[in-house]
């Protein structure tokens, strides 16, 4: 079946650090794959996706690279920021239908 | 695009009690679909529609649970005889295309809390 696994949080981070958020998928053909984003009180925005392997999505500083080898979708930003706090949720799509990971939650003290 | 816009944001009920929730998605959009989302998980598959039709429920979407989506346009969630376990935030999302062109935009949910 499809499903997507990523690092459980909560992250804490100082400004300025760098951040990597751990996802893998499992999939029974080549999905596209998408990182959304979650402030509080609201609902989930897409931050980056990427449709095949070896794509590099990117949006306001934080990138994922499909590898389909590894079948991996890691988040990274080279300087986090405060507002940069949330919950991410990695997620693969396959046909018409989305799986989403738990999420991670993300905490920048300044 | 106003995006996709939901009601009520919160609901707070009585076991036993039915609820629904609407759901108005992005006008050009042809799929909708509605998620629970519970505290420290990700979204959780309910159902799907394309335009009007109920392409996909999932097995937690018990009897208790009904969707609609008439005309294609807005969608209702209802909770018949609602229990403690019910309480979740339920999304809404919309979209169009397929693949990695189907991009999910999501509403800000409805908070349902049963007593």
């Known amino acids: 079946g499809n499903s997507v696994t990523q690092m459980e949080g909560p992250v804490t981070l100082s400004e300025e650090a760098f951040l990597t958020i751990n996802c893998t998928y499992t999939?029974?053909?080549?999905?596209?794959l998408f990182w959304y984003v979650q402030y509080p009180g609201e609902g989930l925005q897409l931050l980056l996706k990427a449709t095949k392997a070896d794509d590099k999505g990117s949006n306001k500083g934080f990138e994922a690279t499909y590898r389909k080898e590894t079948t991996s979708f890691h988040l990274e930003k080279g300087s986090v920021q405060v507002s940069d706090s949330a919950v991410y949720f990695c997620?693969?799509?396959?046909?018409?239908?989305?799986?989403f990971g738990t999420g991670t939650s993300l905490t920048v003290i300044p | 695009d106003t995006g996709v816009s939901q009601n009520p944001r919160h609901k707070i009920t009585k076991r036993g009690q039915n609820v629904t929730f609407r759901c108005d998605p992005i006008?050009?959009?042809?799929?909708l679909y509605w998620y629970r989302q519970t505290l420290g998980q990700g979204p959780e598959f309910l159902t799907y529609?394309?335009?009007?039709?109920?392409?996909?429920k999932s097995r937690l979407l018990s009897d208790r649970f009904s969707a609609e989506r008439p005309k294609g346009s807005f969608s209702t969630l209802e909770i018949q005889r609602t229990e403690q376990g019910d309480s979740a935030m339920y999304l809404c999302?919309?979209?169009?295309?397929?693949?990695?062109?189907?991009?999910?935009?999501f509403g800000a949910g409805s908070r349902l809390t049963v007593l």
């Open positions: 999939a029974t053909g080549y999905p596209s």
């Open positions: 999302a919309s979209g169009r295309g397929s693949g990695g062109a189907n991009v999910l935009t």
């Open positions: 529609f394309q335009n009007e039709a109920q392409l996909e």
């Open positions: 997620a693969l799509s396959w046909g018409n239908q989305f799986y």
């Open positions: 006008s050009e959009h042809n799929r």
